[in-house]
């Protein structure tokens, strides 16, 4: 049988159409697999939507439930009758209320022991029975980033619902939702084909829809929208720039895309090239156009969503508005451009950043000598005086294009528009390039700083971020993040490991700290104040003056410390596609240094593979479960007796020595050969001829211990194995 579902509403936002019909099909393939209406398999299923209308299609759906033979379960046996075997109230309650007398009742073997209890079949209910509820608790359950009221206020939808089709076959499935009833009529495009009328059937709504100038299909709209839109910008010899989003967004906008092209005075050409770009993408929803030799024509792609007889007037209404947006433009790039970036900086103070942490000057300040920190550490200044003074330079510019017009009426040009303005001045292009990097990475996959001025402006910006937002309690939860920390910290792992940086993560968190410590203190200081002023109020007392807060510095970094593990273990099993207990087991080896933790993160990979792993995984897990408990005690060498002992200790002092050059390289896949070609076997020896915990002899199994304990410290250098599941484990 075929079904299908329209929710009828007014415009929906585009972006929240494509996930609503994910959890549509989703939700609709788990409850009819529950309600034995066959498998997601065996259903075939589709989406549709447009702004207007949310459609769900699905084929061969079964007349009927599946019967459903079910075991029902009652009391134990000795529970269910009596000593002289006759049935007690409780097993005649139960017989009861599955309607059989307790004659009926047969003896199962169950997990729990011997019950009463009898095999029962369901006969299954028809499908146009079923749907009903199963519709309501589908359409109930769907979510939206946001939800409107309407009426009484007891409904919540992403838009007020106006109608609803539901059909199986030619029969109405009838149910309500939102105060509206089920039936099969549907309506066509607003504004040229505006009436109601019914479908006739599932198979025959696309069609109609069709001839009411609505494309339901969003995938087919979608690849009328491109190919219509190529073929305009080839009357001009141009090719579109591509952009995926907002071809998605057009799709979602329209329920019948017409592209048509538009033009704009050439002056205009003279804005760069992301301005305009941005003016027509973000504020107009128009695809830019480029020229054969990829710069921009004066030319642009504007979809309609309603069909008219004359183009000419459509066109001229969006040529009209893009004008008046690109002469905003061109005003404020004109007015920003005489002002230079500098005179711009001590301005920043009027700015505020945040209100514990101060405004942007003194945040600038800050990022500027946490820059040249990270840089003397890395050594990048040192064939190159003048790259202290390019980062320098670019810190004390990277905030500044916030007070241009520009970046006021387009905030998504900030950084851009650094860059341009840092150039039109005559900086150095290397410096204006770090304060457009500055910026990067915006999101998972995005590009990184290509150059090291930038990245080193980048890493500083968020690290400053992190610090003081953490210092003065602004941490993110499960349901906000408005500083966008995550990404933030993100941001940072992403630049050490794309530049391949090794930095110790808890330097930069304490330099960070510090360069924020007057800030928070002050910030902790006030709070304190305040909690001691409400206690003292609630206590009709007077309030105890505080002057001084404990030190909160350690506390902090650990804070930092923990998001940053909680973000890194986030990233290595999402991009190197890790097994989660190979993450856990890096990590707890040190994550100090993140490129160094994601290259041994590789090796241990890559040698989790070969069969010597499992054995030097179990070698290490003896290793460490017999020295759990130990407390130290410094090895003698002179108290070794056993052979089997003294030729590990022997083992030991001639691997330990190229090991530990193998780690300082960083040639973690020879460090691990190591280990298992010289450390396994006298290890396994070790433990079949020794007897480490000797009862009689504390002083001996204390050496023994202090051996072994040398012995795991080579391996805790690369990973902790005991977080390992090996093969045949539990």
Same mark, same amino acid.
């Given at each position: 049988?075929?079904? #299908? ?102 003896? /199962? ?34 979510? /939206? ?81 491109? @190919? ?174 916030? #007070? ?65 937002? /953490? ?201 691990? *050969?190591?280990?298992?070609? @010289? ?16 009862? *009689? ?9 202090? #051996? ?23």
């Amino acid at each position: 049988m075929d079904f #299908l579902l329209e929710i009828g509403c007014e415009e929906i936002p585009a972006g929240f159409i494509e996930p609503a019909l994910r959890f549509m099909s989703a939700g609709f393939a788990r409850r009819i697999s529950e309600a034995r209406l066959g498998s997601h398999d065996a259903v075939k299923q589709r989406t549709m939507g447009t702004p207007r209308r949310l459609v769900l299609f699905a084929n061969e759906l079964p007349e009927r439930q599946a019967d459903l033979d079910e075991l029902l379960i009652g009391p134990r046996v000795e529970a269910a009758f009596d000593a002289d075997g006759k049935p007690t109230r409780a097993c005649e309650g139960f017989a009861r209320s599955k309607g059989v007398d307790p004659a009926q009742l047969t003896v /199962f073997e169950t997990a729990k022991g011997r019950a009463v209890g009898l095999q029962h079949l369901v006969t299954g209910k028809p499908t146009l029975d079923i749907l009903p509820g199963l519709l309501e608790g589908l359409l109930i359950e769907l979510s /939206f980033p946001k939800s409107m009221r309407w009426g009484d206020g007891s409904n919540r939808f992403a838009r007020p619902v106006h109608w609803i089709v539901a059909l199986l076959d030619n029969q109405v499935v009838p149910f309500s939702f939102m105060g509206v009833d089920s039936n099969r009529v549907s309506r066509g495009h607003r504004f040229v084909s505006p009436e109601a009328f019914e479908i006739e059937s599932p198979g025959a709504y696309e069609s109609q829809l069709s001839e009411r100038q609505v494309v339901v299909d969003h995938e087919k709209r979608r690849h009328n929208l491109q @190919e219509a839109a190529r073929a305009a910008v080839e009357e001009i010899n141009g090719k579109l720039v591509e952009d995926a989003a907002l071809e998605e967004e057009n799709t979602f906008l329209t329920e019948k895309a017409l592209p048509l092209l538009g033009r704009f005075d050439e002056r205009f050409l003279n804005l760069p090239r992301e301005v305009l770009i941005v003016a027509m993408r973000n504020h107009q929803r128009y695809f830019s156009v480029e020229k054969a030799d990829g710069s921009l024509a004066n030319a642009f792609v504007a979809v309609a969503n309603t069909p008219v007889e004359d183009q000419a007037v459509i066109r001229h209404g969006f040529e009209r508005v893009l004008v008046a947006r690109l002469s905003d433009a061109e005003f404020f790039f004109e007015t920003d451009k005489k002002t230079r970036p500098e005179d711009l900086f001590l301005r920043l103070g009027e700015m505020v950043f945040q209100a514990s942490l101060g405004n942007y000057l003194e945040k600038s300040q800050r990022i500027g000598k946490l820059a040249l920190m990270i840089s003397g550490k890395l050594g990048l200044a040192k064939d190159e005086p003048e790259f202290d003074e390019r980062v320098s330079q670019a810190c004390k510019l990277s905030k500044t294009d916030l #007070l241009t017009e520009m970046v006021g009426e387009f905030p998504e040009l900030q950084g851009i528009m650094g860059e341009v303005y840092a150039s039109h001045a005559g900086y150095d292009g290397r410096v204006a390039r770090a304060v457009r990097e500055h910026y990067l990475p915006r999101f998972h996959a995005d590009a990184i700083p290509a150059s090291d001025e930038g990245a080193l402006v980048a890493l500083a910006d968020r690290l400053d971020t992190l610090a003081g937002c /953490f210092g003065v309690g602004l941490k993110p939860t499960a349901a906000a993040d408005p500083y966008g920390l995550r990404r933030q910290c993100l941001g940072v792992i992403a630049i050490l490991q794309g530049k391949s940086y090794h930095l110790s993560l808890d330097w930069m968190l304490r330099q960070a700290v510090e360069l924020n410590r007057e800030k928070v203190h002050a910030a902790r200081l006030s709070d304190a104040r305040e909690r001691e002023r409400k206690k003292a109020a609630r206590k009709k007392r007077q309030a105890v003056k505080i002057d001084e807060i404990e030190p909160f510095e350690d506390d902090l970094i650990h804070e930092l410390h923990e998001f940053f593990r909680g973000r890194l273990r986030q990233r290595l099993l999402e991009d190197e596609g890790a097994k989660s207990d190979l993450v856990d087991a890096v990590l707890a080896a040190g994550m100090d240094d993140v490129l160094d933790t994601r290259d041994r993160l590789r090796s241990l990979g890559r040698f989790f593979n070969r069969s010597a792993f499992e054995d030097l995984a179990v070698a290490f897990k003896r290793v460490a479960n017999i020295i759990k408990d130990f407390d130290g005690t410094e090895l003698k060498p002179e108290l070794l007796s056993e052979p089997e002992e003294e030729k590990l200790y022997k083992v030991y002092l001639a691997t330990a020595p190229e090991f530990e050059k193998m780690i300082k390289a960083r040639d973690v896949d020879g460090s691990l *050969d190591l280990l298992a070609r @010289e450390l396994r076997g006298p290890v396994d020896r070790f433990f079949d001829k020794v007897l480490v915990n000797d009862p *009689d002899d504390p002083v001996r199994q204390a050496n023994r211990k202090a #051996l072994l304990s040398m012995i795991e410290k080579l391996f805790g250098c690369i990973a902790d194995f005991t977080r390992l599941q090996l093969k045949g484990s539990n």
